[in-house]
């Protein structure tokens, strides 16, 4: 199965010849300037090959081994539920930047009417994020999705291992992204949600490094489980 981080800024399988850092794509319409040492850098995570290994070697092992196939692996189930949610952040981050180059078109437009299209263009972006969000793959669903919950692994003993959700619908307490109020009337209205779109790219940027990091942990369970038991 394909890993989809690959569009995630800043997740990406690691280079050791390449820094691998991206700036947001509205670095320079913000007057934003990369900082050498940012606090907003993004971790460069080498998850992909780990995660596609250990999904299929823990189904290769289910299937040795029909008693144990009865039951679902709760690491396996937690780290599907990750990748089903990084191939939907990728959904996301690509609605974001179609919205952003609609935003910034609307930015370099003269005339009333043309600005009002483009404003109708991003509302459609921004209402097309909610609505990807409601059909993602149910394991996806209750990482970022409608039906959102914290996923317990239970470790052993009282120890458990809790991936958490993150809101990214378009919503205040999600990507935040208002409508265009005043149809791109001004200028002022156009930086606003050049802003918010900044922002919400972030914040879907952020939520795939974080699961990475989760990935990359249940990985390592999944490793020394399979090592216990050889």
Known sequence: MAFAINKVQGVRPANPHSPNKKRSPLAGWLGKKPAPSSES????LDVAGGLNRALRNSQTRQEKSPSSGM????VREALSAIEAALYAIDRVRDILEQACEVTISAKEADDAGGRALLAESYDEL????????EKVDPRASVLIGTGQRHIDVMLGGRAKYSVSPVRLDVGERGLDLPPPADAFATDHEIDEVLAHLDKALGRADR??????RDAQYLIARMKAEAAANV
Do not use: G, K, T
């Open 126 to 133: 921004r209402l097309s994020i909610n609505e990807a969000l």
């Open 71 to 74: 039951q679902e692996n709760p």
């Open 207 to 212: 939520a795939a490094a974080s699961f990475c």
């Open 41 to 44: 850098e993004l971790p460069v």
